[in-house]
């Protein structure tokens, strides 16, 4: 009978063994699930976040790409009209000598004037087409480096 009492411990002992081997084996595989479960969600989070930040920085790159071309349109008008005012006051100019050889005086005050304010213009068109160019130019460069970063 002892030695069945001895066997019935032993088993107990391995049996106790086994249950907290068990126990603990299932506790950790909670744990990992728990914790794949968390990793996955934060990875859909994350690519999710990622796909919405590249669809930004796409339309962003788009609307630069549309608003360049305008800004290149508007500027080769601007660089017709600076053309048209400089053959204009070529023009004046021609005009100005004229007006001195016939040495008519009053006429040479009227076209002065309007040679300096077309040169005034011509000044502000250019003054104008240098200011667009550096804006764009820094726009450009703000929204390649949004898309780099």
């Known amino acids: 009978m002892n030695d069945l ?17 068990y126990n603990y084996l299932k506790q950790k595989t909670e744990q990992s699930t728990k914790r794949l479960q968390m990793l996955q969600e934060r990875h859909k989070f994350m690519t999710s976040n990622l796909e ?12 630069i790409d549309l608003e360049t071309k305008k800004l290149v349109k508007d500027i080769e008008r ?27 005086d009053d006429q040479i005050e009227v076209l002065e ?12 068109f250019a003054t104008r087409l240098e200011t667009l160019h550096t804006q764009w130019t820094c726009k450009l460069q703000i929204h390649v480096t949004d898309i780099s970063s």
Do not use: H, P
């Not at 669809?55 to 962003?60: A, D, V």
């Open 113 to 124: 004037r309007k040679l300096m304010q077309t040169e005034r213009q011509r000044s502000e």
């Open 5 to 21: 009492a001895e066997k019935n411990l032993r088993e107990q002992e391995v049996n106790y063994q086994l249950t907290y081997r």
């Open 78 to 104: 601007q660089t017709a009209d600076v053309e048209d005012k400089s053959v204009r006051l070529e023009k004046i100019d021609n005009e100005l000598e004229t007006i001195k050889k016939a040495k008519f």
């Open 52 to 63: 919405k930040q590249l669809q930004t920085q796409s339309e962003k790159a788009i609307q």
